[in-house]
């Protein structure tokens, strides 16, 4: 049996190979990895903490199911945020009861700057419409392009741009209290 | 792509580690028990088949027979076996030939059609 360290030191692929073949600890080890990363983005997709964990459950469950029919393990995490991005349509289209609690905004307390940026951010994501909130998080989140969200999203490219950069305006106006101060509030 | 250098240093600040613990816990934990659920499963559906497979058995074997029997029945009594006739039709002239045409045909047909 394998030890934990040798799943924490072992390159990504190698862990994904050991977890495709149903090794309960190595996919242990690959949610250890990627679950900030696609609460995260989920987060910054619906703005709701735990309507986010809720969602991001849900991808890494559906990752087990999936993983064996996931060819290349070096395309781990692209395939990883096409099933998180997936999961967020499909509850998007689905009208879930729990997309109330999505438009709620975060109760806890803000204790750091991060996360009172965190918050101010995911507020002005609300004012945007679904998909071009999801643009705007994939591009600034994931750093994608506008023909890979295009893609990924199944959205013209026309609209994916448009999308964003009418978005960008609208967090930039949201925002304004930001400007110029390296990511602090001016009347904070 | 361009991106607004103020929304992507926000993005930035706002992308911070997240305790994975109890997040952890909750999947393994729904792992395992999406596990159990899906070995009573397979185990109810293994129990169901083979009490079917009892109960049906004697049936099927006689349904087995009577197939067995009934596909190399000949469609057209040829009285002279050596006949000239008889062995050219030989190869189509039982019901297994003529289900098998029929299947054929359906194949070809629901292929051409859809």
């Known amino acids: 049996m394998l030890t934990q360290p040798f799943y924490s030191r072992s390159p990504e692929s190698i862990v994904v190979r050991l977890a495709r073949n149903g090794d309960r600890q190595a996919f242990s080890e690959l949610v250890s990895r990627r679950q900030a990363w696609i609460r995260n983005l989920m987060r910054r997709s619906c703005g709701n903490m735990v309507l986010a964990d809720d969602l991001s459950q849900q991808v890494f469950l559906q990752a087990w199911n999936a993983l064996p029919q996931l060819r290349d393990p070096a395309r781990f995490g692209p395939w990883l945020k096409r099933l998180a991005v997936n999961v967020w349509l499909q509850h998007q289209r689905r009208n879930d009861p729990l997309r109330e609690a999505g438009e709620m905004r975060d109760e806890a307390v803000a204790t750091d700057d991060s996360a009172r940026i965190a918050m101010d951010l995911d507020a002005a994501l609300a004012t945007l419409a679904h998909d071009a909130r999801l643009c705007v998080v994939l591009a600034y989140h994931e750093g994608m392009t506008h023909d890979e969200i295009a893609v990924l999203t199944d959205m013209p490219v026309g609209t994916v741009k448009s999308h964003i950069r009418r978005g960008t305006l609208r967090l930039r106006e949201q925002l304004v209290a930001y400007d110029g101060m390296g990511g602090e509030p001016q009347d904070a | ?114």
């Open chain 2, 1 to 114: 792509m361009e991106r607004d250098p103020l929304l992507q240093k926000l993005f930035d600040i706002a992308n911070h580690d997240l305790p994975g613990e109890a997040f952890l816990a909750g999947i393994m934990a729904e792992i395992d028990a999406l596990r159990r659920r899906a070995i009573i499963a397979w185990t109810a559906a293994g129990l169901v088949l083979a009490a079917a497979a009892w109960l049906l058995t004697p049936m099927m074997v006689a349904a087995v027979n009577l197939i067995s029997q009934a596909l190399p029945q000949s469609l057209i009594k040829i009285d002279d076996p050596s006949a000239m006739i008889n062995l050219v039709l030989s190869p189509l002239n039982s019901v297994a030939a003529v289900v098998a045409v029929t299947v054929l045909v359906m194949v070809l047909a629901y292929r051409k059609i859809f």
